[in-house]
């Protein structure tokens, strides 16, 4: 049984055009990760598309000796077909992509192990259980050409697997991966995980044979030795960066939000038009990516729904329509905030945002009926805060404002923290890290 892996590779990437040429380890990336693959003797091709400009990476792997197909740029599914032509029906695909340069060669014998071991035809790495960068899936040649003449969306043709993955699937987590899915994150989506996984390989003397599980633990303690990485909560990190102290300049913000995002803080609160701008112009798409926001929408004196409406269009706007919460900021006027609840609502059916938020104002009291209509609540008391979290339980993130970033939250509650600089963001984490863990520490948990 003969085994062909396939890495999909282009130069168009949205947000890091061109990765698949920069430099890593003395050699563009996309070779770097077809070179580690084939390190214990497996067949490579690349599949890049027939594009004007993917001509860069088909000339450059042919001079360095290293099989490429083209194709389409959005059916990728065809790529992969062409890419594995000559195959028996029952000789085995293996899927990776050109920005995961730590996987190699071993990572790809674990995964064939663990899936021939199990009943189905089709396995992949568990990118829920582990970091970003360990992506690989392992199939039949027969399934593949299934898909090829069954899958007609877009999205299945785009991203090759999905019509497989509805047949039934096997789910593997190597031995040793890290669980942390912050530090230890190893793709390259971005300049600044560029920079991390250039740190990796620097000084390693042979790039192409380095054991995955050396170079993740180089990641890991790269990042924790500036701090420890937050534990998450459905999703929510105990502590989240408030829009008061954003710098204006740039390059600080940047800095700031990449700290904060490789830390494990997962949200921001951004309270008015110059917070949302600052976020918008100051972040990389990346960034704003991995980084979710809480959007204050504060009732207009015109609470008809047409002015609700416009405000809430103006935050979408600012934002690129990427809103985990729309926090309605009321005052103490809470029938006029059940009424503009049920306005919001239209938006997380849309899927503009991922749920309503309530700010409530000191000392008011919310009936239980408005309580379940939102899935998060701030208040800027944090012994309000803590009392409201004892009332709600896990029905909602109750937030508060904290007033330094070396201030505790209560128990159970998200603490919003003025940071203006990393050195900020770091306080705040080991500060957040030591009541959630007992420690300031972060530990590599195995799978």
């Avoid at 996309?30 to 001509?55: F, K, P």
């Avoid at 970003?132 to 899936?137: H, N, P, S, T």
């Avoid at 000191?362 to 009926?369: D, F, I, L, N, S």
Wanted: charged share 25%; proline share 6%.
């Amino acid at each position: 049984m003969r085994t062909r892996v396939v890495i999909q590779s282009r130069l168009n990437s949205s947000r890091l055009p061109g990765k698949a040429l920069l430099s890593l380890a003395g050699m563009p990336l996309v070779e770097l990760v077809a070179r580690r693959a084939a390190n214990t003797g497996h067949e490579v091709v690349v599949a890049t598309s027939d594009e004007q400009y993917d001509r860069r990476i088909a000339e450059h792997l042919e001079s360095v000796g290293i099989d490429v197909v083209r194709g389409s740029l959005d059916d990728v599914l065809g790529r992969f077909v062409t890419a594995t032509e000559g195959l028996d029906p029952t000789d085995r695909v293996v899927r990776l992509t050109g920005d995961n340069p730590v996987a190699d060669g071993s990572l790809i014998d674990e995964l064939l192990a663990a899936v021939d071991a199990s009943p189905h035809d089709y396995g992949r790495v568990d990118i829920d259980r582990v970091p970003e960068g360990f992506g690989a899936e392992v199939f039949s040649a027969r399934v593949l050409r299934a898909a090829a003449a069954e899958a007609v969306a877009p999205y299945d043709r785009e991203h090759v697997t999905p019509w497989i993955r509805r047949t039934g699937e096997h789910l593997f987590v190597p031995e040793d991966a890290p669980t942390d899915l912050h530090a230890y994150r190893c793709t390259v989506d971005c300049l600044d995980d560029y920079d991390r996984v250039c740190g990796a390989f620097a000084g390693v003397t042979d790039p192409l044979r380095m054991p995955w599980r050396e170079l993740v633990a180089r990641i890991g303690e790269r990042v924790l030795a500036e701090g420890p990485v937050l534990p998450r909560v459905a999703g929510v990190s105990p502590v989240m960066l408030g829009s008061s102290a954003l710098p204006q300049d740039g390059a600080a913000l940047r800095s700031l939000l990449t700290t904060a995002v490789t830390h494990g803080v997962s949200h921001a609160l951004l309270d008015d038009a110059t917070a949302r701008a600052r976020f918008r112009t100051g972040s990389d798409p990346a960034l704003k990516q991995r980084m979710s926001v809480v959007a204050r929408v504060v009732l207009p004196m015109d609470a008809s729904p047409a002015a609700l409406d416009v405000e809430v269009e103006r935050i979408l706007g600012d934002l690129a329509r990427r809103v985990d919460t729309l926090l309605l900021d009321a005052g103490d006027d809470l029938d006029r905030a059940a009424t503009a609840l049920g306005r919001l609502a239209s938006y997380v059916e849309a899927g503009a945002a991922v749920r309503l938020g309530l700010a409530l104002p000191v000392g008011a009291h919310v009936t239980a009926e408005l309580l379940a209509r939102v899935g998060w609540l701030h208040v800027k008391d944090a012994d309000k805060a803590a009392r409201l979290a004892e009332r709600v339980g896990s029905g909602a993130v109750v937030s508060c404002d904290l007033d330094a970033a070396d201030t505790p939250a209560p128990a159970g509650v998200v603490g919003v923290v003025p940071a203006g600089t990393p050195a900020d963001v770091l306080a705040a984490v080991e500060r957040a890290a030591e009541g959630a863990h007992g420690t300031g520490t972060s530990t590599r948990p195995s799978a």
